[in-house]
């Protein structure tokens, strides 16, 4: 049963070193707040798993809390690279950094599989893939009744998945729209999670009987951190904060300049700050 | 109206697209290249973003796979998982659009390193949907910008199978989908040889040579029997894409397509 | 492409003699109306498919139309027996009918592999039943992971799914609100999909960015017949006609009585009274 | 108040429901043990449907295990795939009810036929969700009246594993949840020996004798070291239960718990 914490408890209590971690967000969502709390309290040795790590991710591995990266697609998405992802990578800092690389249909069924209690996923992947020859959790079965050779990859069961979403209600049921990912998926999968929400509310809407919410006893703790997700965006509140990700690019290439930046808008900042920075949103355009 | 080379690739690409596509977009030159078709000669066909978006509409290009732009004009949005197994994997999609940093001639891409994979020289993005769309759409058209390091004898590394290495593993995977039909570049275009699988120059966008095609092209390339002209941008289609990357620039400060 | 028919032209054209037909609906949204149509074309030598076969498939049965049931739960829900059913396996009347016993579980896998383009599903599942013993789709694999045993099942893939829904817009896409059931898979593992739908409007509801749609290119046909889940329900429309269910144990029992009730109220009825069957609402008792 | 058997019965088995558990409800026996615990001593326990209706608080007993009064007053409501998928099998259900029409000293239940498979005497409706809740849940609770045709020596049939029919099949299976746990009937309540997992009588209801359990009983019945007089329903119990009945007669035209 999800209990109201502020943030900073909520990952005081369920994020530990040595956690196998998902942040979730497939570009909508991206529980940024969350993340730079990670920061703050100096988890160390974290194993990272995410479809799309994008800027939140290049921040964790460039101050040295991850180990390791499981992951589908890392880039900043709509610029480019991810500088620090690649710095990393290719020459090891600010640690060395293992890397478990997936298509998205592998990370999608391997979330699937966790939330579903599988101990694996099986699925039509990765044909002629060089991806099958660098990822030893890429195998193939047969099919018991066609004799289909079918990929499989072991399901995601990570320790603690973050998300973030739109609204709680005062018993932590939480509601998810627009772009779901595999928020759902990375929730169920995992032995504990942290939402953070927009508001929380007295009682959810009910727009519809089918609408995608994830139950108050599927989550350890929900705390409302209003902009949580900036400069990704939250459906139904603020727009994705297009320039901030050209600044990344900018920001991300030095070493020194990305340490700095840090040390401003996170090291000192605080989960209170994202409130005021979603930007407004932009006159619709249509065509 | 004069015109890029740029501009040529995305309304060489986009006139592939027809009515009845269902298509499965990458952001970038794919997305510009889909949104210009329905803007244009293909108002009725399907676009579905991987970030779960099904039929979307989006007044401008989006700048990542999940803008707000389309799930707000999108007809649903389904969760992740669902879209790779129902809808992908499924067999509901008729055409993906693949990009990549390179191609090899039986369109095989690599979108995940330059140099070895334990040692990279450039570290790419990686797959994201690529791997599956490559062998789970009806068929695949590739875009992509004609340079010699872009188009290369061998990829690096085969992130999404073409044809495979030597323009047969494909069948021989008993994978039943088309594959790459079509590569665009802002030189040419190329269909695959029906007995090899081999890309072949099919039609060459006007001011443009043999030799140059050649120089930008790391293997040595083979031309079709007959070769083409492509047909210049005509007014109305540079009209529709100038203005689609207007609004674009202007809701995003960038122009997505570029 | 849906196309917007008549129910007659639209069984006539996709519902073929020896088909393998699956009318889904999980007590909500059963295809009733559909089904009637197709015992009125006299098809034969069906293969039917269905989770919770209940009263319309008692009636196809009773009928002689099918030859064989896929299924994991065959009774009239909240009273007691199919009788048809049981008078077609106990005594092989009007035909003998050939039956494939799966649990909820096996089924509602299957159904997903059908969507899901696969060639079977695995799940941890028929462990210590006799179902695995009389029923020899049912194998089991190694998760080359773990090593653990795991149930699978061939895919679902019928030659025609047929469902009821709430609404349709003018271009065929499809609105289905409530308990979903199987119905989404039904319809996205099926070659040809039937959708009757309470009524077509000029844009479906915007209520939320998830709602579960079926885009028109996903179905064969969409015909507009209100009431044409009578007597099961149709939420947001009309309740379900429980009394009709505790009826038809007592028109069912009897064979003659079964095909007089038959003569009367499909045989000689069209999808049009269909509007007239379903029951007001009870004033609501709550707690 | 005076009370029935049936009554004692409902009222036992909803005792043993806690708030904190989180329940796989069906229709018929369990369905109204499970809503008479949460509108009496468990006002916070969770109860889910295999129709997909999380967390619902129906005013009245469903008739059927779709009725619109689960999804109306549900949390939310999910695909039936998804139901066996991320919520049964993911293991997030702490507590199963299930009811058969047989059932043995070792807890394996049959709901599929009477007689032989291939020339059944009668066929029953089979499975549904409960060959995967026996083995998914957290535990299994069983209800059923009490009759030698009901509590059999050998089930014709497994459709859900108990303990296996030797008492040790789960165990070797490597099975992980605890199994039946409680079995309730409208003449005692049994739990299963720590040793042999056999079914032996804890509790028996007021008024009934040992005698009378083993007439109606199809194997040898043990008794526990302990064996205590299940408490009589309380007026506040009775009332609850009564009040329920009522509204779903009312509603359905049908006591839908007898």
Not at chain 1, 67 to 90: M, Q, T
Request: hydrophobic share 40%; glycine share 8%.
């Amino acid at each position: 049963m999800a209990e109201i914490f502020n943030l900073s408890e909520a990952v005081a209590r369920f994020v530990n070193d040595g956690d196998i971690v998902a942040m979730e967000g497939f570009t909508h969502l991206i529980p940024f707040a969350a993340g730079h709390e990670v920061i703050r309290q100096k988890r160390r040795d974290l194993t990272l798993i995410r479809m799309t790590p994008d800027i939140l991710y290049d921040q964790l591995i460039g101050m040295g809390a991850a180990r390791k990266l499981i992951f589908s697609w890392g880039g900043n998405p709509g610029v480019g690279s991810l500088h620090r992802l690649r710095d990393a990578i290719e020459r090891g800092w600010p640690r060395p950094l293992e890397i478990e690389e997936h298509s998205h249909a592998g990370m999608a069924n391997a979330f699937e599989a966790g939330a579903a209690g599988m101990p694996c996923a099986i699925f039509r992947g990765y044909q002629g893939s060089d991806l099958a020859r660098v990822n030893p959790n890429i195998k193939f079965v047969t099919c018991p009744f066609t004799g289909e050779q079918l990929a499989s990859v072991p399901a995601i069961r990570p320790d603690v998945s973050i998300i973030h979403a739109q609204k709680a209600d005062r018993a932590g049921n939480v509601l998810v729209e627009g772009i779901v990912g595999v928020q759902k998926e990375a929730v169920l999968a995992a032995r504990r999670a942290i939402a953070t929400v927009e508001e929380i509310v007295d009682q959810l809407p009910t727009r519809s009987p089918n609408a995608v919410v994830l139950p108050s006893w599927t989550l350890s703790a929900v705390t409302a951190v209003p902009g949580g997700a900036h400069p990704s965006y939250t459906h139904g509140y603020y727009p994705r904060d297009n320039s901030f990700y050209i600044e990344w690019d900018e920001i991300s290439r030095d070493r020194e300049k990305f340490l700095a930046w840090m040390q401003t808008n996170v090291l000192e900042a605080h989960p209170e700050d994202f409130a005021a920075r979603p930007p407004l949103r932009r006159i619709e355009i249509t065509a | 109206m004069s015109y890029t080379s740029s501009e040529m690739m995305t309304v060489a690409a986009a006139r592939a697209v027809s009515n009845d596509d269902i298509c499965f977009v990458g952001i970038g030159l794919p997305s510009a290249a889909c949104n210009l078709a329905r803007l244009t000669h293909a108002p009725r066909v399907t676009l579905i973003y991987e970030s779960g978006t099904l039929e979307t509409r989006p007044g401008v290009l989006p700048l990542s796979i999940g803008d707000p732009e389309l799930c707000e004009t999108a007809l649903t949005t389904v969760a992740v998982p669902e879209m790779f197994r129902y809808w992908l994997q499924g067999g509901r999609i008729t055409l993906g659009f693949l990009g990549g940093a390179q191609v090899d001639r039986f369109g095989n891409l690599n979108s995940t390193v330059i140099g070895d994979y334990a040692k990279p020289k450039v570290r790419l993005p990686g797959s994201g949907g690529a791997t599956e769309i490559a062998t789970s759409c009806g068929k695949t058209f590739i875009i992509m910008r004609h340079n010699p390091r872009s188009l290369v004898a061998q990829v690096d590394f085969v992130t999404s199978m073409g044809h495979g290495r030597s323009g047969v593993e494909r069948q021989a995977l008993g994978v039943k989908t088309q594959g790459p039909a079509l590569l665009v570049t802002d030189l040419c275009i190329m269909t695959p040889d029906a007995a090899t699988n081999e890309f072949v120059v099919a039609s060459i966008h006007p001011g443009v040579t043999r030799e140059r095609i050649q120089e930008n092209t790391g293997w040595p390339v083979r031309f079709a029997q007959t070769v083409t002209e492509t047909a210049a941008p005509t007014n109305v289609e540079l009209q529709a894409l100038r203005e689609l990357n207007d609004r674009t620039a202007r809701a995003h400060g960038v122009a997505a397509s570029d």
